[in-house]
């Protein structure tokens, strides 16, 4: 499926934040060490900050939700498959791994297509280098 338009686009960010939220909420009652649940309540409050702001920006463009087409996004490129539960902690953060390149692939790409709107692809660039600075972060812890 397209996303073929701004309000689509950022609907999508929304809802991708929204279920890396939850999926991080889990993790972070599983973990047992305090370093790692630090981590990820980091993540978990930056995740909430993205969704004011991605709320905010779909507010505040209106006008060019409705004017401005979106050509090369297709939402199957950026789904995960259904998560497997295998492999315990080590299983959960590899989930997490895919989950932040997921996020930063589709950040990176829709910035790229949304260029007209300036502010907007401004805003995903930023979520895309921090979903990418966190995907270090958890490859090296």
Known sequence: MSLKNFGNVLDFAIAMEQDDTAF???LEGEVQSAEEREAIANCIRENSKAIKKLLRERQENVTEMILE????LEKNQYELP??????GHEGAIAQLLKREHR???FYEDAARCIQPVSEVATTFQRLGRQHKRRQERFETA
């Open 24 to 26: 991080l909420e889990k």
């Open 69 to 72: 087409p979106i050509q090369g």
């Open 82 to 87: 259904e998560q497997e539960n295998a492999g």
């Open 103 to 105: 996020a930063q692939r």
